[in-house]
């Protein structure tokens, strides 16, 4: 399968990179007592953090926010998952454990202020363009919702759109029967490669050694 990054979307924002994770014979199941203990207590130290800040002024978020709007799309109506994951959090609604999978990715998103998205290759058709949503585009989310991604930044097949840093579709998301995963990292076009790299690659070394299996990592972009 190959990843690549749209001409059009390296023209468009400066710096643009996002980290491809594979992964291979991994077992997804429900999240060892280590993880779930770090994803709670790091929720709480967030709430205190953000009790005298607004979450629009984060660093991270405030940078997708700005990618939102300058591919187009109102960042105040749709916005960036990581954004929504810390407003709940804002509002001591803590997000629970859901399974190992979504639970590495929601720990990394809040750590690192940046949307990822994590998908069954096996549900993946074709090699996979990141690229702006297509006028008209859309699909059901795992908001269980009907969602446009036109002018969003949209991870799409040859099916069309199935991932984006808004929220991904309910077409391939990881299972607990997955065996293969492929993980897109949205990074902070402020972090130059080394740090990219740096990140990217703990990630996939946190995800192996809870769920098993081998991975690979690439930085596509600037």
Same mark, same amino acid.
């Given at each position: 399968?190959?990843?690549?990054?749209?001409?059009?979307?390296?023209?468009?924002?400066?710096?643009?990179?996002?980290?491809?994770?594979?992964?291979?014979?991994?077992?997804?199941?429900?999240?060892?007592?280590?993880?779930?203990? =770090?994803? &709670?207590?790091?929720? @709480?130290? +967030? /709430?205190?953090?953000?009790?005298?800040? *607004?979450?629009? $002024?984060?660093?991270?978020?405030?940078?997708?926010?700005?990618?939102?709007?300058?591919?187009?799309?109102?960042?105040? =109506?749709? &916005?960036?998952?990581? @954004?929504? +994951? /810390?407003?709940?959090?804002?509002?001591? *609604?803590?997000? $629970?454990?859901?399974?190992?999978?979504?639970?590495?990715?929601?720990?990394?998103?809040?750590?690192?202020?940046?949307?990822?998205?994590?998908?069954?290759?096996?549900?993946?058709?074709?090699?996979?363009?990141?690229?702006?949503?297509?006028?008209?585009?859309?699909?059901?989310?795992?908001?269980?919702?009907?969602?446009?991604?036109?002018?969003?930044?949209?991870?799409?097949?040859?099916?069309?759109?199935?991932?984006?840093?808004?929220?991904?579709?309910?077409?391939?998301?990881?299972?607990?029967?997955?065996?293969?995963?492929?993980?897109?990292?949205?990074?902070?076009?402020?972090?130059?490669?080394?740090?990219?790299?740096?990140?990217?690659?703990?990630?996939?070394?946190?995800?192996?050694?809870?769920?098993?299996?081998?991975?690979?990592?690439?930085?596509?972009?600037?």
């Amino acid at each position: 399968m190959e990843i690549k990054v749209s001409d059009k979307l390296n023209t468009l924002i400066p710096h643009f990179k996002i980290g491809v994770i594979h992964y291979k014979n991994i077992t997804v199941s429900e999240s060892p007592q280590m993880l779930k203990g =770090r994803l &709670r207590l790091f929720q @709480e130290s +967030l /709430y205190f953090d953000l009790e005298n800040k *607004n979450v629009t $002024d984060l660093d991270g978020i405030k940078e997708w926010r700005q990618i939102f709007k300058t591919t187009g799309k109102d960042p105040n =109506r749709y &916005r960036p998952s990581v @954004e929504a +994951l /810390y407003r709940r959090i804002g509002k001591q *609604n803590y997000i $629970d454990s859901v399974q190992s999978a979504i639970d590495v990715n929601n720990f990394f998103s809040l750590q690192y202020q940046i949307p990822i998205g994590v998908y069954d290759t096996s549900k993946i058709n074709g090699n996979v363009t990141v690229r702006i949503g297509h006028p008209g585009e859309e699909y059901v989310g795992l908001n269980g919702r009907l969602n446009s991604v036109e002018k969003l930044i949209v991870s799409a097949d040859e099916d069309g759109a199935f991932g984006s840093p808004f929220v991904d579709s309910d077409r391939t998301p990881v299972k607990l029967e997955t065996k293969s995963a492929l993980q897109i990292v949205y990074l902070r076009p402020s972090l130059d490669l080394e740090e990219s790299q740096k990140l990217t690659e703990s990630l996939m070394n946190m995800f192996v050694q809870i769920h098993g299996g081998e991975g690979s990592y690439s930085i596509l972009g600037h």
